[in-house]
């Protein structure tokens, strides 16, 4: 195939349509949906990886369009009521095929690297660690494409009907759907009893992902593997049936997309702990002292750093001996639902914690950190709230500061609700001996770390749950 037949061919087929409609859906998607893509550090532009996966999540409507597109391919030959003049040339059917799907793989390949582009571009501008680890991520997903597509125009060669098209988009679109909602899912529950569910083996036979929860998490290499083995698969079956003649030979063609799938889940993972891995390059810490970040936000380390030491000077002249000595980026990934736990060594920094991120100035985020510090928080992974804890917070770093401070909140409302709860338990807290005090901070704190324990109750001098 020479370069002037696929000029041709992309002028007389749909496939420069399809690669069209690919690129400026998922740009609609990308660039007037922003705020749902992700927010802070795992926004579809603030990392190379983040990107690649939120990209690849876009595939649960983009793979079904290039399913449907390559279908409506497919049919061309037979709308311009060709097919029998073509069976009687002597061109092998392979060479005309092979010149579709080139023609249509060019245009999708191009679309999808066009979408990389747009995104890469940005996360040059947001983040100064750069790697090649999306890489892999998006090759697969470039791969969905041109492979649903020409399982599409296959299909419509071996069934020409006018509503082959849109029944196949319609399933691939059931599929994907499915993959990420119940098929693909599994009802688990956390140690503490708290009910999550978890992907399973088989949401990994779709081509999009789940949400980006995190910047440190990527898909294992046993992963791409076998979507690889799968998409392939798809591939050799969907051009089998656009050369196969006869029925029998239609039946055959399946062979390729069955053992494809049968061998891609012999090496599809079936823990979700080895599906989505830590990337241990993007963990690695980077330190100005005892201050400690990721390598993916190496960047905002010299934000963090004067902030953090003023922190910790201020935590030692408190606390003494029990005082953390370190503030650390959280870069342990667990899973949704769990409780953490915590070190009283260190001071647990997350950057898209919404005290860190309404901090406008480093005297605002050194309380932060002395809040994170005291009572660093028992929500479980994935949850949001505000309640006892946040009071607590308030008065432990009044009571660190010497004087009640309104500490920075993304939300104005959570921030005067706090204030006002926390107001009146100051003045009342400040009434008691210092040895009463210290004794009740240190008891706020051992429940705080531990998770085990009412830190509010404690701090006030109540029971703990």
């Given at each position: ?33 922003r ?22 999540g ?17 049919l ?86 006018v ?14 759907v499915?993959?990420?909602?119940s ?5 688990t ?32 290499a046993?992963?791409?593997i ?6 392939l ?28 799938a ?62 953390p000595?370190s ?24 950057f ?12 605002e ?67 008691l ?21 009412d ?11």
């Amino acid at each position: 195939m020479n370069a002037r037949v696929l000029r041709i061919e992309l002028k007389r087929s749909v496939a420069p349509w399809a690669g069209a409609a690919v690129l400026t859906t998922a740009l609609g998607f990308l660039l007037l949906l922003r705020g749902t893509l992700g927010n802070g550090t795992t926004a579809w532009t603030a990392q190379w990886t983040a990107m690649a996966l939120w990209i690849r999540g876009l595939l649960f409507y983009l793979w079904p369009l290039a399913v449907g597109l390559g279908a409506l391919q497919g049919l061309r030959d037979r709308r311009s009521k060709i097919s029998e003049l073509l069976a009687t040339t002597p061109r092998p059917a392979r060479h005309r095929a092979a010149v579709l799907v080139g023609a249509t793989a060019a245009a999708l390949a191009s679309a999808f690297a066009l979408l990389i582009v747009v995104g890469g571009v940005q996360v040059l501008a947001n983040t100064e660690y750069t790697h090649l680890g999306w890489l892999p991520i998006s090759l697969v997903g470039a791969l969905a494409l041109v492979a649903g597509a020409v399982l599409g125009m296959g299909t419509a060669r071996a069934l020409p009907s006018v509503f082959t098209p849109p029944l196949l988009a319609i399933g691939a679109f059931a599929f994907t759907v499915l993959m990420q909602m119940s098929l693909g899912r599994t009802q688990t529950s956390t140690a503490s009893g708290i009910p999550v569910t978890e992907p399973n083996q088989l949401s990994l036979l779709s081509p999009a992902v789940q949400d980006v929860r995190d910047t440190l998490t990527t898909l294992s290499a046993s992963v791409h593997i076998g979507q690889t083995i799968w998409l392939l698969g798809m591939a050799v079956t969907g051009f089998a049936l656009l050369v196969a003649a006869r029925p029998r030979t239609r039946l055959l063609a399946l062979t390729p997309l069955l053992a494809g799938a049968a061998v891609a889940l012999f090496v599809l993972p079936t823990d979700p702990d080895r599906m989505f891995v830590l990337d241990k390059t993007a963990a690695e810490p980077v330190c100005d002292g005892p201050v400690c970040v990721t390598r993916t936000q190496q960047g905002r380390l010299d934000d963090v750093a004067g902030p953090g030491k003023r922190a910790l000077s201020m935590l030692h002249t408190a606390l003494g001996g029990r005082a953390p000595v370190s503030v650390r980026e959280n870069d342990t990934v667990l899973q949704e639902g769990t409780t953490p736990k915590w070190s009283g060594r260190t001071v647990p920094l997350d950057f898209d914690d919404s005290g860190v991120v309404a901090a406008k100035s480093g005297q605002e985020l050194t309380w932060v950190l002395i809040g994170k510090g005291m009572v660093p928080g028992c929500s479980p992974v994935g949850w949001s709230g505000t309640g006892g804890e946040d009071v607590a917070r308030a008065v432990a770093v009044g009571w660190v500061l010497g004087d009640l401070k309104s500490l920075p909140d993304v939300a104005e409302s959570i921030r005067r609700h706090v204030d006002s709860e926390a107001r009146p338990l100051w003045k009342k807290f400040r009434t008691l001996p210092p040895a009463q005090q210290r004794a009740r901070i240190d008891a706020m704190r051992t429940a705080a770390l531990s998770c085990k324990g009412d830190a509010l109750a404690a701090l006030t001098g109540g029971a703990s749950r």
